[in-house]
């Protein structure tokens, strides 16, 4: 663990602290340009929190090296024991539709072979959820599975496994967000097929890896981060209680 500079904060406390940092700069961004919107305001929240994120964590952990899906690739990360992997903004479109709150800010650390720490900021709604600060599920309401599933573009395949396990689509946002809605038991799962990198994913993962949830490919097989080519195309986080009744639904669709 590099803390020289640092000793106070652990790497759990630096991913929240980056997602904080980054989440009050576009929340600033999206209220100080109100005459931006559309693929100018994605952009320029995009352009700035990927500014701030890589200044924080070359100040914070400089030896590590940073996978952010706003920066180029440095091959250096593949020799690296240490690799940040974050997502400046996950939810353009979201962000850029005011006063949507449904997107959010990813950190994650990876080392070793493992992700050892993550945050999920969801900024406009003031909450960072953190791999070291498990909340205990709540209860599952009687009814049938929720999925969470895109709002305003649900893919085919969701709405097929929906259909299969007989199951309540609850329309969101950004991948973060839905996750995190697994999380905060507002969704029992979160399936994804139709494409996805890293960044996406590692900081939702390592949250909930942290709240005792066992997140996977849609095959099954475990979620492998920091390879050289990061995409990572599909996943599935899934409370306890669903998850079996889920995996047998993916298996009848595969």
Not at 53 to 80: F, K, T
Not at 174 to 201: C, F, I, L, R
Not at 212 to 240: F, I, M, Q
């Amino acid at each position: 663990m590099t803390t020289a500079e640092h000793p106070d904060r652990d790497d759990h406390d630096v991913a929240a602290h980056v997602a904080e940092q980054a989440g009050e700069l576009l929340l600033a961004l999206r209220a100080e340009h109100a005459d931006l919107e559309g693929q100018e305001l994605k952009d320029l929240g995009d352009r700035r929190s990927h500014e701030l994120m890589v200044r924080l964590l070359h100040e914070l952990r400089p030896d590590d090296a940073v996978l952010s899906e706003e920066g180029a690739d440095d091959p250096v990360r593949l020799a690296a024991s240490r690799v940040w992997i974050v997502d400046p903004l996950d939810g353009t479109r979201e962000f850029s539709e005011r006063p949507r709150d449904d997107w959010a800010v990813h950190v994650a650390l990876w080392q070793d072979g493992e992700l050892v720490a993550g945050a999920v900021g969801i900024p406009a709604r003031g909450v960072v959820h953190r791999m070291d600060r498990p909340a205990e599920l709540p209860a599952r309401p009687d009814g049938p599975v929720r999925l969470a599933v895109s709002r305003s573009r649900p893919p085919a395949f969701v709405v097929a496994l929906a259909e299969s396990l007989g199951a309540e689509l609850v329309g969101m946002g950004s991948a973060g967000v839905k996750a995190m809605a697994v999380v905060d038991g507002t969704v029992d799962a979160y399936v994804h097929a139709g494409g996805q990198y890293e960044w996406d994913s590692a900081a939702p993962v390592a949250v909930a890896l942290g709240h005792g949830l066992a997140p996977t490919r849609v095959d099954g097989s475990p979620l492998v981060y920091n390879r050289e080519n990061p995409w990572l195309p599909d996943l599935v986080v899934a409370r306890p209680e669903v998850l079996a009744e889920v995996r047998e639904a993916l298996d009848r669709l595969a």
